[in-house]
């Protein structure tokens, strides 16, 4: 019959399918014999692997990392999650395939495709027996028939080099067994009886000890090291698990140790796994290590002896020792010291795969009653656990309830002195004024203590004041607002009733301000208005002085008919006292006399240059003369008289050389046009009469006397 064999050990399981030819096949993970029990739960991926190489992260304490999956499993609370679902720590099994990767294996090597895989156990003895027997109901269903899994690995180890004679044994003879498949050190004795080899006695185990000494005496430096500057591991054990965590890099720190030279220490940057960011630098040096390391081969022999010299009276017939830790060289070499070499027997981890190769071979039914006994065991164990889980979570809730009801006796008393404090603050800010500062302390001080009566009703008045104090704030406010306003327009008298009215609800400084202000600035605004009264009364003086001059200048310019200069000056008067109509009408006949004299000029200017055209130079000289007349100083004018007069003198007669109809125009002036758009040499002359008064046929009043009035002049005969 085929069979699956695995042992179950506290970090990894190894298996071997055995099949009914006699060989025997070992169960591999791609390149490792062991199956290691460390799990990662890769969240982006929704699947957990198992292997050796997570171990590293679950040392380091990183997240979604499993280790220790006994302890685990042990704990019905521990759980991880998977694609959302929360599942039992033992599920990891099947979830990361390592159960699968036993089912392939033995359906490869059998051929067979059954829902039950008959399968032999044996158990690391630092397994608790309720762990084993949790596990042994897990694969029961999970396809796995299990027939046997009490037969321990130690009498395997024994029994193998019986079956390959090897050894040969006599009854009642007594052997050793070292076993370091895992960090700790067990040692016990076993009696050969009838074929088989039986445990005689307690085991007696070593935390910690079974690991290579020279990996040992290395972590073990580093964890001290570190620890004497953080101090976080306080006794044995927590550095003991240290050291196991600390493993794995041990044998990378060794390879490099080897390399160094002689006397050259090696730099190691490490951090506890409590404290993964505090990381520290120790330096190793190679002869310490080897130093160190004898005293830890040391300290296992005398284990050993110690063990042999309180349990065998006599004899061993051999020794075994299991496990990588007796591999090393220097412990090789003491123990073959001690014993004959053909009565020592070193077996390293991965040489269980052929040791679990004689679990068929022998009876194992005979250990079908310790089934039982250790399902009792394992139901005694759960329900020690079960109930010293139930001690220890009815003493954490009457500890969490003494501490809380002792919090809340530190808490009320801490209260109460708190809202008193509060209180007398609150006191402090009515009797100030502050009652919304007053409030907030006392309403604060009436939480922290509700049954207080007093801190209650003065709560109570601080409201009542409070809301007064607000309405009269808001009549202030109003009063103040509105007087802000007339004083902004500058109206100080309506500005000075608001403010004092605001005085009546509020008499403080900064109204008593604003009032003195107000009055100043009435009283600065009556003291300017009289000055400006007074201004105003002397410019007037000033103006009527100043206007009465200009208006005789103006009168004596008008009496000269230079009616330009007198315009200008009525202008002046006029700006000075614009009011007076008089003046308004005299600058009006000073504009017509001008507009006259401009349009007689240039009728008079027309009619000569007509005449010169026709050749009556004499009648044009007369005409040019009467136009001088009103503008002596014009050039063109006088240009053109003299032109004529030459002609006159040296032409003959009035008549000229030049061509009838075509007049000279070099001396005309540039003549403006009419409202037909006609040169005023188109213009028919029109003859004009002299008077006996004015050349123009105007005849000027008699002067009167200068009372301050414009003078009248007479157009009539214009």
């Not at 399968?119 to 608790?128: R, V």
């Not at 445990?199 to 004497?228: C, H, Q, S, T």
């Not at 050259?264 to 130093?291: F, G, W, Y």
């Not at 008067?573 to 001008?594: G, N, R, V, Y």
Request: net charge negative; charged share 35%.
């Amino acid at each position: 019959m085929s069979y699956l064999v695995l042992h179950i050990d506290t970090e990894f399981i190894v298996g071997t399918v055995c099949a009914d030819n006699g060989n025997s096949y070992p169960v591999t993970n791609g390149n490792e014999d062991l199956l290691w029990l460390y799990f990662f739960n890769n969240p982006h991926q929704n699947r957990i692997s198992f292997g050796k190489e997570n171990k590293a992260h679950y040392n380091n304490k990183d997240i979604n990392y499993y280790g220790r999956f006994f302890e685990l499993i042990e704990n019905e609370q521990e759980t991880f999650t998977i694609r959302s679902i929360q599942k039992k720590s033992i599920e990891l099994l099947e979830y990361s395939d390592l159960l699968k990767t036993l089912k392939e294996k033995y359906e490869s090597v059998t051929l067979e495709n059954t829902h039950q895989i008959p399968t032999l156990i044996t158990f690391s003895l630092s397994i608790s027996e309720l762990a084993k027997q949790k596990t042994v109901e897990y694969l029961k269903n999970q396809g796995f028939q299990i027939d046997s899994y009490t037969i321990p690995l130690s009498e395997l180890v024994c029994y193998y080099p019986f079956n390959n004679k090897e050894f040969i044994p006599a009854n009642g003879n007594v052997v050793l067994l070292l076993a370091a498949t895992d960090p700790s050190l067990h040692l016990m004795k076993l009696v050969f009886s009838d074929n088989y080899f039986m445990i005689d006695g307690e085991e007696k185990i070593y935390k910690g000890k079974g690991i290579d000494p020279r990996k040992r005496a290395l972590v073990k430096f580093v964890v001290n090291e570190i620890n004497k500057s953080v101090g976080a591991l306080s006794t044995q054990d927590e550095i003991e698990d240290e050291c196991v965590r600390k493993e794995q890099k041990a044998e990378e720190w060794l390879r490099r140790i080897d390399v160094q030279q002689q006397n050259r220490p090696l730099s190691i940057h490490e951090s506890l796994s409590i404290m993964p960011n505090t990381i520290k630098q120790v330096l190793v040096r190679k002869a310490d290590i080897e130093k160190d390391t004898g005293h830890y081969i040391q300290e296992l022999m005398d284990i050993f002896d110690a063990y042999k010299h309180e349990n065998i009276k006599g004899n061993v017939a051999a020794i075994f020792l299991l496990g990588d830790c007796f591999q090393n060289s220097l412990v090789k070499e003491r123990f073959e010291k001690m014993i004959h070499n053909e009565n020592l027997f070193l077996y390293a981890n991965k040489d269980i795969q052929q040791i679990l190769s004689i679990y068929p071979k022998i009876d194992f039914k005979r250990y079908i009653d310790q089934e039982a006994r250790i399902k009792a065991l394992a139901e005694a164990e759960e329900t020690k656990q079960a109930e010293q889980r139930a001690l220890e979570d009815r003493k954490r809730k009457e500890e969490e309830a003494a501490a809380q009801k002792e919090a809340e006796i530190k808490k009320a008393e801490q209260n109460r002195k708190e809202a008193e404090r509060l209180f007398e603050r609150a006191i402090e800010l009515e009797k100030e004024g502050k009652l919304e500062d007053a409030r907030v302390n006392a309403e604060n001080a009436f939480a922290l203590e509700k049954t207080n009566r007093t801190y209650k009703q003065f709560v109570s008045d601080l409201i009542e004041k409070i809301e007064k104090l607000n309405a009269k704030n808001e009549l202030y406010k109003s009063y103040l607002n509105k007087a802000d306003t007339f004083f902004d327009n500058n109206e100080f008298g309506q500005a000075l009733e608001e403010y004092e009215a605001a005085q009546s609800v509020f008499d403080n400084a900064e109204i008593t301000k604003k009032i003195i202000e107000t009055k100043r600035q009435i009283k600065d605004t009556e003291k300017k208005r009289l000055q400006q009264e007074e201004e105003a009364k002397r410019q007037e003086e000033e103006n009527k002085t100043k206007y009465e001059k200009i208006l005789a200048i103006a009168n004596k310019l008008f009496d000269e008919e230079k009616w330009e200069e007198a315009q200008l000056q009525y202008e002046m008067a006029s700006d000075i006292f614009p009011q007076e109509k008089e003046i308004k009408d005299t600058i009006k006949l000073c504009m017509d006399k001008i507009k006259a004299i401009e349009t007689a000029f240039n009728d008079f200017l027309s009619d000569a240059i007509i005449a010169e055209t026709k050749g009556k130079l004499s009648e044009a000289l007369i005409l040019l003369e009467k136009a001088q007349h009103f503008k002596p100083d014009n050039g063109e004018v006088k240009k053109r008289i003299k032109n004529i007069k030459f002609n006159l003198d040296f032409g003959g007669g009035g008549t000229t050389s030049q061509p009838k109809g075509k007049p000279n125009n070099d001396f005309l002036p540039k003549m403006p046009k009419n409202e037909n758009n006609c040169d005023f040499l188109n213009i028919k002359s029109q003859e004009k009469t002299n008077t006996e008064d004015d050349f123009l046929g105007i005849s000027k009043n008699k002067k009167e006397e200068n009372t301050g009035k414009s003078k009248k002049v007479d157009f009539d005969n214009w």
